[in-house]
């Protein structure tokens, strides 16, 4: 405890020296409350002798119940308990100290009496929170006027009340600024006609429009719907609450749940992703950062959609150390920048490197010796490697065999590679070279479980899943902009289907299957595939996001489609038809069980690709990859 009390800053000490001083006080009140009089005069010496020890034993029990260490600007009902706590410890050592020690030995009668404790138990508890909570209003009071002052917009919070008490907190503390809400419409009916934080419940969410125009008419117009991680239910119906608050001319903002967020609470602008996706599956945070804290985490390709939303979890998980391999400049620094904002302890370190050189990449590695290695760096978009096949290869194969080649190296305890839907019975460029990179990592697994060299052996693991809403390059920014620009939204066919995920979820799930891999007991698992939902019709996607802007399709934008683009197909698959599945236990991901051919067979085939991309023969490569992956273009023909 001494060595705790060298780390208390001056305001502890206030705070320290404040407590003394009222638990003086409380005492010195009570008697001079319950005693007149000679009786007074006759126990005020024995009382100031016994006053300074009784401060000092003060002073180490509200340390003890955190009263010393609790910030008043936030002080709240548990804070308020431990106020309780420490005066009924107070009042039982004087119990004590009257009844054993004063009464026989040195007083000859009671010199304090039961009826004068409880008095100085209720006045110690008004003395130690009434300065707490006077400056907790006064904190927020000034924060009421700072809002009125700096014109802090007006306005309406959607969702239930637990949502609306988070926000309210976070305004109250200073946390969200230039806001004022002035009601709440919530979905559940209990919170109808109630008030949190002086905020009333103005209705259901069905008032919007109601509550707006009555605003308007008292002269106090409502400028911003905030819309809370509830009003994203779909029984709230968040597309048609989007639409209404856009028809009115309101600015609609969302606040994050505190899971997505995992830090201070701040508005973010509804984005059109948002409303388009089912429930995400709950994610077990808690396992995730048992995983990822106090470890050191390369990634690679960190400064894509993929990449840098894993780089961003990882500071968020508590990485010790965190390495972002990219090899585009703008992009690197965009990534390290950002998380730089972030405040975070973590020593952030980019450095530039294409995974295609091998050199390069067995240096980085070997210097910074990571726990862990999320390779996210890859081409993956289907119609340019159907042209530029030679550059998928050097990229998605070698350049992942030098990773997990370097990884191994290293002595990491696990690689995790990006993998995608298209890699399962593969009818492009793209799904062949991430399928032969699966195949690599299972055979490289597989190897080191069967060397026992006394140590858990290194996991090596593929991770598959299907689009992301709002990476770069997906249909969303794609649809988005042609949107603006007046149209029309261009869909290859009118039958195409995908899965779609959000990329915070997609990278959760990826992490949660590292923390499955790495069991104690060695899991016989090396590919992993996210549970994507149900597939969304392309041409409904886009429907839908014009209707969501305000327009109507065919009326306002024209959706044109203009045919399938080489190694696309109409439906993706999550499994191959020969492919056994297994059920791991965790919500959201499901084991997939496909061939391993032997590391030896897949080195030969390595060094075959090798001689034909130094060649430029595409006739052999695409030979030596349909060896390797023999279901290629099975479900392309189906599709046809």
Known sequence: MIRRLYGLTWRNWLIAAHD?????????????????????????????????????????????????????????????????????????????LDYIFLAPNVYGTFFLGKITIVLYWFIEIFFLSGARLAYRYFRYT???????????????????????????????????????????????????????????????????????????????PIDRVVMLPSAFDQQVQPESVLMRSRKLGLTVSRLPSLEESRDVPQLAPVAVEDLLLRPSVKIDYSRLEALVRGKSVAVTGGGGSIGSEICERMVAFGAARLLIIEHAEPALHAVVEQLGLRGAATVIEGRIADIRDRDRIMRLLAEFRPNMVF????????????????????????????????????????????????????????????????MYCQAVDRQLATKGNGKPPMRLISVRFGNVLASNGSVVPKFKAQIEA????????????????????????????????????????????????????????????????????????DVVFTGIRP?????????????????????????????????????????????AVATEDRGVIEGVLKDAVPEFGISGQADR
């Open 20 to 96: 003394a001083l009222a638990t003086a006080a409380a005492l010195l009140v009570t008697v001079v409350l319950r005693f007149e009089g000679p009786d007074l005069t006759g126990r005020l010496p024995l009382l100031l002798w016994i006053l300074p020890y009784f401060v000092l034993f003060s002073f180490v029990t509200c340390y003890l119940f955190q009263l010393t260490t609790t910030k008043w600007r936030f002080i709240s009902f548990p804070d308020l308990l431990n106020i309780v706590k420490a005066a009924m410890v107070l009042a039982l050592v004087l119990l004590v």
């Open 567 to 611: 190694g696309e197909r109409l439906n993706e698959i999550l499994f191959a038809h020969q492919e056994p599945t297994a059920d791991i236990g965790i919500a959201g991901i499901v084991a997939a069980q496909p061939n391993e051919p032997p590391l030896a067979t897949l080195r030969s085939w390595l060094e075959a690709l090798q001689r």
């Open 375 to 438: 390779h996210a760096a890859a081409l993956k978009h289907v119609p340019i490697l159907e042209r530029d096949w030679g550059e998928g290869v050097k990229t998605n194969i070698f350049g992942s065999v030098n990773v997990a080649d370097a990884a191994v190296a290293c002595g990491a305890d696990a690689m995790v590679m990006i993998s995608t839907d298209k890699a399962i019975e593969p009818v492009s460029m793209l799904g062949l070279t991430k399928r032969f990179a699966e």
């Open 486 to 557: 007046g149209g029309p939204v261009t869909v290859t066919h009118p039958d195409m289907v995908r899965y779609f995920m959000t990329i915070r979820e997609a990278c959760d799930l990826v992490v949660t299957a590292a923390t499955h891999a790495l069991q104690p007991q060695r899991p016989d698992v090396s590919v992993y595939v996210l549970n994507m939902g149900q597939p969304v019709r392309i041409v409904d996607l886009a429907e839908r996001m014009i209707r969501l802007s305000g327009l109507q399709p065919g009326y306002d934008i």
């Open 142 to 220: 000034r924060t009421r006027n700072q809002a009125r002052v700096i014109d802090a917009a007006p306005a309406l919070l959607i969702g239930r009340a637990a949502d609306a008490e988070v926000l309210l907190r976070a305004i109250e503390n200073g946390a969200v600024k230039r806001l004022w809400p002035v009601g709440i419409l919530s979905p559940s009916p209990s919170d109808r006609g109630q008030s949190i934080r002086g905020i009333p419940v103005l209705g259901a969410v069905d008032d919007l429009a109601d509550v707006v125009a009555d605003f308007s008419r008292r002269e106090k």
